[in-house]
């Protein structure tokens, strides 16, 4: 099995977030545009003496692109 590099996901995990910040900063300007996908409502599954909700939802804006292009530039000067 190939071994993960953990900084490299690192590195893209904080160029999304750093990248979503940025676009909240920023709503009306071009790099708060963006798609959201995943689930509206969350999905309940109720086995009697438990209930498990799962739930994932994406907003993928054009500063978090950025943010990832951005990361894995750091990622090759680093590496």
């Not at 979503?20 to 963006?34: D, K």
């Not at 993928?60 to 990832?68: D, K, L, R």
């Given at each position: 099995?190939?071994k993960?590099?953990?900084?490299?996901?690192?590195?893209?995990?904080?160029?999304?977030?750093?990248?979503?910040?940025?676009?909240?900063?920023?709503?009306?300007?071009?790099?708060?545009?963006?798609?959201?996908?995943?689930?509206?409502?969350?999905?309940?599954?109720?086995?009697?003496?438990?209930?498990?909700?799962?739930?994932?939802?994406?907003?993928?804006?054009?500063?978090?692109?950025?943010?990832?292009?951005?990361?894995?530039?750091?990622?090759?000067?680093?590496?």
């Open positions: 099995m190939k993960v590099n953990w900084l490299l996901v690192w590195l893209v995990l904080i160029g999304f977030v750093l990248g979503t910040v940025i676009a909240q900063i920023f709503p009306g300007n071009f790099l708060s545009y963006g798609q959201v996908f995943g689930l509206n409502n969350p999905v309940e599954l109720n086995l009697g003496f438990m209930i498990l909700t799962f739930g994932l939802k994406f907003n993928i804006t054009i500063a978090g692109i950025i943010g990832v292009v951005l990361a894995f530039v750091i990622y090759r000067f680093i590496r």
